[in-house]
Nanobody, 113 residues
Framework: QVQLVESGGGLVQAGGSLRLSCVVSTAFRGGAMSWYRQAPGKQRELVATITSVGTTNLADSIKGRFSIFRDNAKTTVYLQMNSLKSEDTATYYC????????WGQGTQVTVSS
C-alpha cells in the first residue's frame, strides 16, 4: 500500500519561508505529485503539481513565491514556500496520482502577520 508522509510545516512570520517534504513509500512509476491546501472553513484547493517528466503547474495565488520539485531517487516531492502571507495559512496535503489518488495526513502551516 502506498503511503505518503508530509513534514516541514510550522509557524512562521509573514515574509518567511518553509519547505514542505512528502516522502512516498514506493518508487515512482509515473504519475503526478501535487500539493493541496485547506484553510479552515474553505474547500481544499490545488496549489502545485509536478508530473513524472518534471512539468509543473502552479496556482495563480502562489506563482512567483512557491515552487515544486521532486527527487525521484528519494521518492520525495517538495514545496518550497517563500514570501509567505497570512492567507497561506492552511493544512497542506501531499497527493500522488497513479491510477488512483493517494493522500498524506497533512501538515499545518501557520503564517503570522
Amino acid at each position: 500500500q502506498v503511503q505518503l508522509v508530509e513534514s516541514g510545516g510550522g509557524l512562521v512570520q509573514a515574509g518567511g519561508s518553509l519547505r514542505l517534504s512528502c516522502v512516498v513509500s514506493t518508487a515512482f512509476r509515473g504519475g503526478a505529485m501535487s500539493w493541496y491546501r485547506q484553510a479552515p472553513g474553505k474547500q481544499r484547493e490545488l496549489v502545485a503539481t509536478i508530473t513524472s517528466v518534471g512539468t509543473t503547474n502552479l496556482a495563480d495565488s502562489i506563482k512567483g513565491r512557491f515552487s515544486i520539485f521532486r527527487d525521484n531517487a528519494k521518492t520525495t516531492v517538495y514545496l518550497q514556500m517563500n514570501s509567505l502571507k497570512s492567507e497561506d495559512t492552511a493544512t497542506y496535503y501531499c497527493n500522488y496520482y497513479f491510477g488512483r489518488a493517494y493522500w498524506g495526513q497533512g501538515t499545518q502551516v501557520t503564517v503570522s502577520s
